[in-house]
C-alpha cells in the first residue's frame, strides 16, 4: 500500500513538475509585457500603477466585471480548443472564424425553427452545430488528405465563404424586420439561461465550454485517436510507418477543431445575442490563435489563456473610463504577450538558461504537439 501511495505520490509530483514548467514562459511573458506596458504608460504621461488597477478592477474588482470576464473568454476557448487540437496533430487551424460563423447560422436558423421545443431545443440546437462545424472543419482535411492543399492556405480561404454565406442567408432568406438586419430572435425559452449571481449577461455555455476543454483533454490523452493524432503530431513518418493513416488523422483533427469552433458560434448566438445580427462578433477565430499559443495548446492552458484575453478585454473598458490611458493598451498588452510566448529565445537570452531548464520540454518550437 505504501509502495502505491509513493508511486501516486510520485506521478503527481511529476504532473506538478509538468505543469509548472508550462506555465514559466506564459508567466514570464505576461510579466515582461506588463513591464513593457508600464513604460509606454509612463510614455504617455500616466501612472502605471493606476492604469493596472483600472485594468484590474475592470477584469475582476466586481460581480459584473467577472462576469464580463467570462462573457469575454467564453467563445475563445472554444475557438482556442479548434486552434489547438490542429497544432496537437501537426496542423494550423485558421479557419476558426468562419467555423465559428457557421456554427452561429445554424443556430440563427434552428433556434427560430425549434424555439417551440423550448429549453430541450437547446442540446439540440448545440449538436447541430458540433456537426455543422466538424463537416466544415473537415473540407479543408479532405483537400490536404487528397490533394495536398496547404492547410493554412484552405482554412484562410474557407473563412471568407464561411462568412459570406452566414451573412447572405442572415441578410436574404432568413432575414426578419428590424432596426439591426439579421435572423429573427430565437425565442427565450430555448436560449441558454445566464448564471445570475450579477454576472451580467454571463451564461451557461461557460460550462459547456469547460466541458468542450476537458472532453479535448480526454480525446487527445486517454483515447487511442487522442494519440495517434499527437503521433502523428510529433512525428508523421513514424506514425505512417507504424501503420497509422495521415490523411485519416489531418480530416480528422480539423474537423474535431471545427467542431469546437462551430459549438462556440452556437453558444455565442443561444447565449448572449439570441440572433445572428449582421454585422455578427468578428476576431473570435483568430484571437484563438493567441488563446491557443499562450495556453501552449493545452486545454487547461487553453481555458487560462481565454480568461486572460477575456480579463484584458473588460479591464479595457475600466481603463477607459478611469485613466487617460489609450483603450489600445489591453492590445498592445496581448501582442506583447503573444510575441513573447512565441519568442521563446528571447525570453531564455534575458532570463538566462534557468528559464529554459524549468521549462524543458513545453517551448514551442519543440512541443507544438508535444
Excluded at 474537423?255 to 445580427?277: F, P, Q
Aim: hydrophobic share 55%; net charge positive.
Amino acid at each position: 500500500m505504501s509502495a502505491g501511495r509513493g508511486g501516486l505520490s510520485s506521478a503527481l509530483q511529476a504532473a506538478l513538475g509538468r505543469a509548472a514548467g508550462a506555465l514559466v514562459f506564459p508567466l514570464v511573458a505576461i510579466a515582461l509585457a506588463l513591464a513593457v506596458g508600464a513604460v509606454i504608460v509612463l510614455a504617455t504621461g500616466n501612472n502605471p500603477l493606476a492604469a493596472y488597477r483600472a485594468l484590474a478592477v475592470g477584469a475582476v474588482g466586481s460581480p459584473a466585471a467577472i462576469g464580463r470576464t467570462l462573457l469575454n473568454a467564453t467563445p475563445l476557448i472554444f475557438t482556442g480548443l479548434a486552434v489547438a487540437v490542429a497544432f496537437r496533430a501537426g496542423l494550423f487551424n485558421i479557419g476558426g472564424e468562419g467555423q465559428l460563423y457557421i456554427g452561429a447560422i445554424t443556430a440563427a436558423i434552428l433556434g427560430v425553427s425549434l424555439g417551440f421545443l423550448g429549453p430541450l431545443a437547446i442540446p439540440v440546437v448545440l449538436l447541430a452545430c458540433l456537426l455543422t462545424g466538424f463537416l466544415w472543419g473537415a473540407i479543408p482535411g479532405l483537400l490536404k488528405a487528397r490533394f495536398g492543399a496547404h492547410e493554412v492556405i484552405t482554412t484562410i480561404m474557407l473563412n471568407f465563404v464561411a462568412i459570406n454565406l452566414a451573412t447572405y442567408l442572415a441578410l436574404k432568406p432568413f432575414r426578419t424586420e428590424g432596426l439591426v438586419p439579421g435572423t429573427d430572435f430565437i425565442d427565450a425559452a430555448a436560449r441558454i439561461p445566464t448564471i445570475g449571481l450579477g454576472l451580467g449577461r454571463a451564461n451557461y455555455g461557460l460550462f459547456v465550454a469547460l466541458v468542450a476543454a476537458a472532453a479535448v483533454y480526454l480525446l487527445l490523452w486517454r483515447t487511442t485517436l487522442g494519440f495517434r493524432l499527437r503521433a502523428v503530431g510529433l512525428s508523421p513518418g513514424a506514425a505512417n510507418y507504424a501503420g497509422m493513416s495521415i490523411g485519416t488523422s489531418t480530416v480528422l483533427a480539423l474537423a474535431i477543431g471545427g467542431a469546437m469552433a462551430g459549438l462556440g458560434g452556437g453558444v455565442e448566438v443561444m447565449g448572449v445575442y439570441g440572433k445572428m445580427s449582421i454585422p455578427f462578433v468578428s476576431n473570435l477565430g483568430f484571437n484563438g490563435i493567441g488563446v491557443a499559443l499562450l495556453g501552449r495548446n493545452h486545454p487547461a492552458g487553453v481555458v487560462l489563456g481565454a480568461l486572460l484575453f477575456g480579463g484584458l478585454a473588460s479591464g479595457a473598458q475600466e481603463l477607459q473610463f478611469e485613466t487617460d490611458v489609450p483603450l489600445d493598451l489591453a492590445d498592445v498588452l496581448l501582442a506583447i504577450i503573444l510575441l513573447l510566448v512565441t519568442a521563446t529565445r528571447l525570453v531564455e537570452l534575458i532570463f538566462g538558461k534557468r528559464v529554459r531548464e524549468m521549462a524543458s520540454g513545453t517551448r514551442l518550437d519543440e512541443g507544438l504537439a508535444s
